[in-house]
């Protein structure tokens, strides 16, 4: 197949290009250009090591990192050796500053973008949005530094564009309003509250104060605020297929806790592995990104077993090897039933062992982030917040989508969220009194704005 085709055919079917045939786990296709990609749960391990595979610079596979939303600075996601080092140790520091916080912050955020909603909440996802920011930018940067939710929003969409050196662009996009987004973030970084201190650790991980800043721009505005709003919406939206009996199962144990600890705080998170696990198979269903890249370092033979027996792939020095975390977390050899969702998947023991299986965060649940692999150092955080904003929106309030969500794994940019845009119709209070009792600063505030629909809810 030609680099043309390949793109265009990935273009039109997303991770559907390269659905496996479970003989092979590291299947040879071109997708803009040759490539193996890594489909089996067990395959995909050997692509994590990062003496034999390295990240190419700026790209994430056919996703290109514009360098002017970076300053320049190459984003520790895609830097290699004794310089990723020092970028991940940074963000691993930074991200334990913020883990204490994480909980309330959460809770702030959901109640006080709640309060603007109103009963029609239109552009949902955008909202989304604001409420990942609202939760992750004052942890990190103080909480007396505000962040305009829109800027941060155009941001993330301006951060990337397709790989543009494989089709020559068709359309240009305007960049104009992206830029603007990504000029009042940064002006912000500068000028927050914390901004000398997190230079200051910069510093102290051997990097200059422009590399520092760059860091702080994208892991903190696409990889944070990005990547957990889009598992945010994703995770929402799955809440509308399941039953109204799954929904009040979920409710139950979130109310307990919550009642029990008197707010969210980390051991109410703790007490909600139904919640938990419900959001680990949103994960493991619909996982973002689309695909993981990597690049050989050097000449190796890879082993593994597949359902036709052992096997082994040479891969030369240069070859791109990519891995598909949609494939690798639903391999039969590994997953049940790994096309149903069955939000039950990660509960009791057994769900416990399938955590080593878990590698939407390109490394085991069972593993942890660390200066010397490229799993994701946000992932407890990341699953804290999700837990915890799923956990007050299914409680306390009820909505009705303008469309049930699915998926399909053929469109591109959707990554882990549905196929269709997800809309909300209406919004309402559905538990005044829970909320009341729990959250009492934010009630009347959200019983005022939300009124008319408490006078309209069933
Ligand atoms: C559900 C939400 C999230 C998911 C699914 C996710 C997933 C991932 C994945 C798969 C990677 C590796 C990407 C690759 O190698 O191609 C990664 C890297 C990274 N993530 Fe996350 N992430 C999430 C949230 C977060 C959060 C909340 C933070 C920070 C607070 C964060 C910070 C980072 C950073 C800094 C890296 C680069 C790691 C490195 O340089 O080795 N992520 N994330």
Redesign the pocket.
């Known amino acids: 197949m030609g680099n043309a085709i390949g793109y265009l055919k990935w273009l039109g079917q997303g991770k559907q290009a390269f659905a496996p045939d479970r003989k092979e786990d590291f299947v040879e296709t071109n997708i803009g250009f040759p490539c193996r990609v890594v489909t089996g749960n067990k395959a995909v391990q050997s692509v994590f090591d990062i003496d034999l595979f390295k990240?190419e610079e700026f790209f994430?596979g056919l996703i290109e990192i514009r360098k002017e939303f970076t300053e320049g600075v190459c984003?520790?996601?895609?830097?290699n050796g004794k310089i990723?080092e020092k970028?991940?140790a940074l963000?691993m520091d930074?991200?334990a500053g913020?883990y204490e916080e994480i909980p309330t912050s959460t809770a702030d955020a959901v109640l006080s973008n709640i309060a603007t909603w109103g009963s029609t909440p239109t552009d949902f996802e955008s909202k989304l949005m604001a409420v990942s920011a609202g939760i992750?930018l004052p942890t990190i940067f103080g909480r007396s530094t505000r962040f305009n939710p829109e800027d941060v929003n155009l941001y993330v969409k301006g951060a990337t564009e397709l790989r543009s050196d494989i089709l020559a662009a068709v359309t240009r996009e305007d960049l104009t309003e992206t830029r603007r987004g990504m000029r009042s973030v940064l002006e912000k970084i500068k000028t927050s509250e914390r901004y000398s201190q997190l230079i200051d650790l910069g510093r102290s991980h051997g990097l200059d104060e422009a590399s520092t800043t760059g860091q702080l721009l994208f892991?903190?505005m696409f990889?944070?605020?990005g990547?957990?709003a889009?598992?945010l919406v994703a995770t929402f939206g799955r809440l509308d297929t399941i039953s109204a009996e799954d929904r009040q199962e979920l409710r139950e144990e979130a109310l307990a806790a919550l009642r029990k600890h008197g707010g969210l705080t980390r051991a109410a998170l703790e007490e909600m592995p139904k919640i938990e696990s419900f959001v680990l198979e949103v994960?493991r269903t619909c996982?973002?990104?689309g695909v993981?890249?990597h690049i050989a370092a050097r000449p190796t033979t890879v082993k593994y077993t597949t359902a036709s027996g052992p096997k082994e792939v040479n891969i030369k020095e240069g070859e791109r090897v990519y891995a598909s975390?949609y494939w690798a977390l639903r391999d039969p050899a590994v997953f049940d039933k790994p096309d149903d969702f069955v939000w039950r998947r990660f509960l009791g023991p057994e769900g416990e062992a399938l955590r080593e299986h878990h590698v939407?965060?390109?490394g085991r649940l069972t593993d942890s982030?660390a200066v010397n692999?490229?799993?994701?150092?946000?992932?407890d955080?990341?699953?804290s917040?999700?837990k915890g904003s799923i956990a007050i929106l299914n409680t306390f309030f009820g909505w009705e989508l303008q469309e049930r969500p699915f998926w399909t794994g053929t469109k591109v940019s959707r990554i882990?969220q549905p196929d269709n845009v997800v809309k909300v119709k209406s919004f309402w209070l559905q538990h005044p009194d829970d909320l009341k009792e729990i959250f009492p600063s934010h009630f009347e505030e959200i019983h005022d704005s939300l009124n008319s629909a408490v006078l309209q809810c069933p």
């Open positions: 990240k994430f984003p520790s996601v895609t830097s990723h970028n991940k963000m930074v991200i913020a992750f892991c903190v990889n944070a605020v990547g957990t889009t598992n994960l996982p973002s990104p993981w890249s975390p939407t965060f390109h982030a692999n490229h799993m994701c150092p946000g992932r955080v990341a699953l917040v999700i882990g």
